[in-house]
């Protein structure tokens, strides 16, 4: 039984890569370069997202401000995920809508770029996030699924062809890989 499973996971995966392959890289070059130029600008890069999504939101920022494969200086990116004071304090005391908006609010400035992700394209406090962060004047990019995001139209948009969550993101951590391989380039060209 688990061997079924195993090969209609990595069947479909490998059909939504190949899509993804051959739809995707405009967007994500557009998206990556969104980032370089932030950075370049000396602005900031934060990201969130929920669930699997947050977690993808911290890959991204600990790539930047660690490192991705090669040793390079940590650059300036925040994840609106990991505090749990912050968010606790926003879902109790605003509602679980307001979590991203509050904090990109508070700390986004004319410049940054701010990634929201979100498979569906339907998470309320994802949208008001990159609302709020377009109304700061940061750049918006979003990664979601097929569907794009409902009611806002971020600067990128890196849209998985597919509605299945799992495999929208694995190819989101396939896309924040290419980021910072596209960030590392532009550092070792001089260019950030």
Sequence with gaps: MPSQHFAAHFKGHQQVIEAAGASLQPACDAAGEAIISAIGRGGK???FGNGGSATQANHLVEELIGRYKETRRPLPAVSLVGDSGVITCIANDFGYGSLFERQ??????????VVGITTSGKSENVIRGL????????????????????GFVPDHVVAV??????????VHLMVIHLWCIAVDAAIKAGGL
């Excluded at 609302?131 to 979601?144: E, M, R, W």
């Excluded at 062809?161 to 694995?170: D, H, I, K, L």
């Design 131 to 150: 609302k709020a962060a377009k109304d700061k004047g940061a750049v918006t990019i979003a990664l979601c699924g097929r569907n794009g995001i409902e």
């Design 161 to 170: 062809p597919s509605e299945n969550g799992a495999y929208v993101q694995e």
């Design 104 to 113: 990109v609010e508070g700390l986004t400035s004319m410049g940054d770029a």
């Design 45 to 47: 890069i934060l990201a």
